[in-house]
Nanobody, 119 residues
Framework: QVQLVESGGGLVQPGGSLRLSCAAS????????MGWYRQAPGKQRELVAR???????KYADSVKGRFTISRDNAKNTVYLEMNSPKPEDTAVYYC?????????????WGKGTLVTVSS
């Protein structure tokens, strides 16, 4: 089992910056990748960014060049630096940990943190 706790959400102005954190505990050794997903009202949950244990990253096209995912292995923590957010980035952001890239992989989820981009 992997437990994930997010922090750092809140209200941010368009063009500002915000950093989300996700601390993992439990069976850390089983994690292949950690990432951030988001879900806006009336929309499906979508991948925002992901980083593997090998350091490879993947971003949604909508956030490339604005958001950066990073990790601190010593703290078992993953970060999402949100620069120049837009109102359309408003959503509940969920931390995810996955045990394998294949369909056999298991997903673990945090409870989510709300990010509101508004002036």
């Amino acid at each position: 089992q992997v437990q994930l706790v997010e922090s750092g959400g809140g209200l941010v102005q368009p063009g500002g910056s915000l950093r989300l954190s996700c601390a993992a505990s439990g069976s850390i050794f089983s994690i292949w990748a950690m990432g951030w997903y988001r879900q806006a009202p009336g929309k499906q949950r979508e991948l925002v960014a992901r980083i593997t244990s090998g350091g490879s990253t993947k971003y949604a096209d909508s956030v490339k060049g604005r958001f950066t995912i990073s990790r601190d292995n010593a703290k078992n923590t993953v970060y999402l630096e949100m620069n120049s957010p837009k109102p359309e980035d408003t959503a509940v952001y969920y931390c995810n940990a996955r045990t394998a890239p294949s369909v056999e992989g298991m997903d673990y989820w945090g409870k989510g943190t709300l990010v509101t981009v508004s002036s």
